[in-house]
């Protein structure tokens, strides 16, 4: 499924608008969905994930810091 882009052929963003007036019990649920949906993710994807976060923080050979 392709996303409608934007004038920049950027996909175009998904508004998510929060509530302000959840109380602090609505807020905490959504933290912990939060929390709960990205420990599953980590589970799942473990390996990859974490090869990937090394490959994009590893400096480039073109990095005069290197």
Do not use: C, N
Not at 11 to 39: G, H, K
Not at 56 to 65: H, I, V
């Amino acid at each position: 499924m392709k996303l409608p882009s934007s004038s920049t052929g950027l996909p175009r963003p998904i508004p998510l608008d929060i509530p302000a007036d959840w109380t602090p019990e609505q807020a905490l649920a959504v933290v912990e969905l939060l929390d709960d949906l990205r420990e599953r993710i980590w589970v799942h994807y473990d390996v990859k994930l974490f090869e990937l976060l090394r490959e994009q923080r590893r400096p480039g050979l073109d990095d005069p810091s290197f």
